[in-house]
């Protein structure tokens, strides 16, 4: 048996994202109150440590309700959000860059093409637009997420499939009378397996983030499911008089992107040896 | 110029790909009259409106005439300052490009020290530091970047305005906001491409000749670290405007991002459209530049 040597940083990602995810499950058990309950005679209570009189660990918000409940019910949305977009544009991502690689000729310059123009658009401009003309929604949302990214996937998943094409592995199961599909799915796409890994977890940090800068901007999921983006737009307006409302899911956000991230660095070094140490 | 004449043509391409998105947007909810019309608009009037805008004709008729205006700059009237959308959106540019600049400026202070001090203290504690901060600066959503300047720097000590776009002084805290992924994330890949650039051969020559630490780092092995530096500098403009319209709408600052936002609560869809086209088009017409300075900093791409 070999040891897996995890490195610190690994780890402490490891600790945050099974305590987030934990967060989500658990939320009906773990949560004090429920997190649409109002109580607007504790409206704007700081911190229990911070001079708060009612007792709540972090505050209320505008409307009295606990910040604390609502910070442990949003990781919800972001999780669902950010795994749901990474899955669906991976598997858009990754099918169309099987296609292009493969197939090439018509295949991979109608799909450079346009994944040129697509990314000529900033993501957030596209969200923007598409949510202008869409009514807000978890699948909307998740549809948008997935539009912005699959060409991150196709991308990478080309440029793997350029080289295994001409591999002698490649070249000995289409001696043996293989079918292109049986080739791509049983010696191409298995080849691919650890970039599209490293690019997976990369791109869920950059999702997560996302859906709460969407959030913010009042494009995410409509209230009163809480989420993060929300909770810190809708505190904003409190942020000299009660930095508490919006100071704590903001930190949600970077706790869960820090956690991801730590692992995605991790994974890259273990799956990328080339990349090691830099 | 042969290769820059191929490079602009491909960049019309591009954007005539982006004014078809724009085009196929309103056909996304089904009916581009209930998407293109004004909140509160009844049955006769959308009706009357369907006809108004030309929208009861076959679809490549519309497509046609959209793209035919579309590169004229004309998307239509903002239904909500009853003036060109197009002009609406590109009186907004200067404010998010001056915002863009300090942005890159803010990264570029941070990035280069702070990469170059760690890649020569490869390992060291300032390395540690380096890579700690670059990790950090990747995970710090902007919006809660913003918010914790405006508490430290506003509300606690008072220096500079927490909105606003009056002065040089209401460009600091967004420009910091919208500068500080790509401050981290420019900070790992000057390291990593420095630390691989002073394991080179070249760079043992040039100690063998003599030449001081200082010489070596900042003549020889920085200006080979700099090329992907500069390719992920262009690559960075998406993301600072998208970056300046969260920023924008913390700091209530009068950039094109905000007009966005604000366009998509009154449902003034030609604005959007104006938006998402000049964008793109900044996108495009900055890594073009990028694309040039990149041949005229490489001679070896000159060359080939």
Excluded: C
């Excluded at chain 1, 859906?211 to 499911?225: C, M, N, Q």
Aim: no cysteine; glycine share 8%; net charge positive.
């Amino acid at each position: 048996m070999t040891r897996v040597r995890l490195p610190a940083t690994a780890v402490a990602g490891i600790v945050i994202l099974v305590a987030i995810v934990l967060f989500a499950l658990l939320a009906d058990a773990i949560a004090p109150r429920s997190p649409e309950a109002q109580r607007l005679v504790e409206r704007l209570d700081p911190p229990a440590w911070a001079g708060g009189v009612h007792g709540y660990v972090l505050g209320t918000d505008h409307l009295g309700r606990d910040i604390l409940s609502r910070v442990i019910y949003g990781s919800r949305v972001s999780l669902t959000v950010g795994l749901a977009g990474v899955a669906l544009s991976g598997a858009v991502g990754v099918t169309l860059g099987l296609a292009a690689g493969y197939l090439g000729r018509r295949w991979d310059a109608v799909i450079m093409r346009i994944a040129d123009v697509q990314q000529a658009i900033p993501s957030l401009v596209l969200a923007i637009a598409v949510v202008a003309v869409l009514r807000p929604s978890i699948v909307n949302l998740i549809v948008v997420l997935a539009v912005t990214a699959w060409v991150s996937f196709a991308r990478v998943v080309r440029s793997e499939v350029l080289s295994l094409r001409e591999s002698l592995f490649v070249e000995a199961a289409r001696v043996v009378g293989a079918r292109d599909l049986r080739i791509v799915a049983r010696h191409i796409l298995p080849n691919t397996a650890a970039s599209i890994i490293v690019i997976a977890s990369l791109m869920i940090a950059n999702m997560i983030l996302f859906e709460a800068s969407l959030s913010f901007l009042g494009l995410g999921v409509p209230p009163p499911t809480p989420s993060w983006g929300r909770m810190v737009f809708e505190g904003l307006e409190y942020v000299s008089t009660a930095w508490w409302v919006p100071l704590f899911p903001g930190v949600a956000v970077m706790l869960t992107v820090l956690g991801t991230n730590l692992l995605g660095d991790w994974l890259r070094d273990a799956l990328d040896p080339r990349q090691r140490g830099r | 110029m042969t290769y820059l004449f191929q490079r602009l043509a491909q960049g019309i391409l591009v954007l005539l790909g982006v004014t078809t998105i724009v085009f196929g947007l309103t056909f996304l909810s089904g009916d581009p009259a209930v998407t293109l019309a004004p909140l509160n608009t009844t049955r006769e009037e959308l009706e009357l409106f369907r006809q108004r805008m030309g929208l009861d004709r076959p679809v490549p008729v519309q497509y046609a005439d959209f793209i035919a205006s579309a590169v004229q700059g004309d998307f239509g009237e903002s239904f909500r300052y009853h003036e060109p959308a197009m002009g609406v959106v590109l009186e907004r540019v200067p404010a998010t490009l001056r915002l863009t600049v300090v942005a890159i400026l803010f990264s570029l202070l941070v990035s280069v020290p702070l990469g170059v001090l760690a890649a020569v203290h490869h390992n060291g504690p300032i390395d540690a530091i380096a890579r700690f901060l670059a990790l950090l600066g990747q995970s710090v959503p902007s919006f809660l970047l913003g918010i914790v300047l405006i508490l430290v720097f506003a509300v606690g000590l008072r220096w500079l305005p927490s909105s606003g776009g009056a002065g040089w002084q209401s460009l600091i805290l967004p420009g910091i906001t919208v500068g500080g992924f790509s401050a981290a994330l420019l900070t790992r890949v000057l390291r990593s491409s420095l630390i691989e650039a002073l394991g080179q051969e070249y760079v043992r020559t040039a100690y063998a000749k003599g030449l001081s630490r200082r010489a070596v780092v900042l003549r020889h092995a920085l200006r080979n670290a700099a090329l992907p530096f500069v390719t992920l500098l262009g690559l960075q403009v998406g993301f600072l405007l998208s970056g300046a319209i969260v920023a924008e709408t913390i700091f209530s600052y009068p950039g094109m991002g905000r007009l966005a936002v604000e366009a998509i609560a009154t449902k003034d869809i030609p604005v959007v459209q104006a938006f998402v086209t000049v964008a793109a088009a900044i996108v495009v017409l900055v890594n073009l530049g990028v694309d040039l300075a990149y041949r005229a900093i490489d001679p070896r791409i000159r060359l080939s």
